[in-house]
């Protein structure tokens, strides 16, 4: 049996069939919660704004476009959600070295003790950059979204897509070294 894809079941969504709607949750709220958790840093704060997102999805579906991927018109929605949750005053936080990972597959304990210290420096780095660029990086670099992708979300062409991820993980490496005390 084939997989339909997630622009044919959103398209079944659209005409009715919400219950179908429990098929794109199973395919896409780890990687919703993961965005929203490398933006925002707490937990509970990213599960509300995950079942947010698919709430708008029902509520806008006639919205969907079947030419539009789905992936760019979910995190378009993932946006503006984050983007009206910050304007009621649901501030973000820094993140604390003492955070769990977000939602994924388990690593082992020696990889972890290794690491640690390196994946912490880069997290409070990647807060302390402004949202636009926090944004596009986790875009581009922890959803794996492909830059067409990213430009239909902000609404810009590929080559702006470029030049801002290239621009923030230049801002990243700044404050990575900054934090971890290395003069450049």
């Known amino acids: 049996m084939s997989m339909v894809s997630d622009e044919g079941v959103m398209l079944e969504v ?10 794109l949750f199973e395919r896409h ?3 919703l919660f993961n965005f929203f958790y490398r933006l925002t840093g707490h937990r509970e704060q990213s599960e509300d704004l995950t079942q947010d997102v698919f709430m708008r999805i029902l509520k806008y ?13 979910m995190y378009q929605m993932a946006r503006n959600t984050h983007t ?6 649901k501030t973000e936080t820094s ?4 955070l769990p990972d977000p939602a994924g597959p388990e690593r082992r304990v020696d990889d972890l003790l290794q690491k640690e210290q ?15 660029k926090r944004e596009v990086l986790v875009l581009s670099r922890y959803q ?18 470029k030049v801002r991820v290239y621009r ?6 700044r404050v990575f070294a900054e934090m971890a005390g290395e003069t450049r």
Request: proline residues 3%.
């Open 144 to 161: 794996e979204l492909k830059y067409e992708e990213i430009g239909q979300i902000l609404g810009c062409d590929v080559g702006a897509v």
């Open 95 to 98: 993140w604390s070295d003492d």
């Open 14 to 23: 659209r005409e009715g069939q919400v219950g179908k709607l429990a098929v």
């Open 61 to 73: 579906r006639d919205s969907f476009e079947p030419r539009t991927s789905f992936a760019a018109w």
């Open 84 to 89: 009206d949750s910050h304007q009621k005053g």
């Open 168 to 173: 923030a993980v230049r801002a990243l490496g």
């Open 118 to 132: 390196e994946v912490a420096l880069v997290r409070r780095a990647l807060a302390a950059l402004p949202v636009d």
């Open 29 to 31: 709220h780890r990687s």
